[in-house]
Nanobody, 117 residues
């Protein structure tokens, strides 16, 4: 099990940028996959982006070309750089980790991102 603390959310205008951070309580170098999911009001939680221990990334079609996920093993932190934000990106963003394939998911507390003029 790993504890995750997400941060970096806030209010931003359309077209703006934010960088989310997810700090883990253990070394992340061996964690199978980490990622960011988001949940908009009245909608189900959905994947935004993931990154494996080998650095393989995966993005939802809606964020491809605008969001970039990365990991800093030395800081035990995963980042989500979000550019060209639009109101449809408004959601609570949750950090996620799965230590091993087929294992249980650990979740951070969520950080609110609001895109509005």
């Amino acid at each position: 099990q790993v504890q995750l603390v997400g941060s970096g959310g806030g209010l931003v205008q359309p077209g703006g940028s934010l960088r989310l951070s997810c700090a883990a309580s253990i070394s992340i170098s061996g964690i199978y996959v980490m990622g960011w999911y988001r949940q908009a009001p009245g909608k189900q939680r959905e994947l935004a982006a993931t990154i494996t221990s080998g650095g393989i990334t995966n993005y939802a079609n809606s964020v491809k070309g605008r969001f970039t996920i990365s990991r800093d093993n030395a800081k035990n932190t995963v980042y989500l750089q979000m550019n060209s934000l639009n109101p449809e990106d408004t959601a609570v963003y949750y950090c996620n980790a799965r230590l091993v394939p087929g294992g249980l998911d650990d979740w951070g507390q969520g950080t609110q991102v609001t895109v509005s003029s």
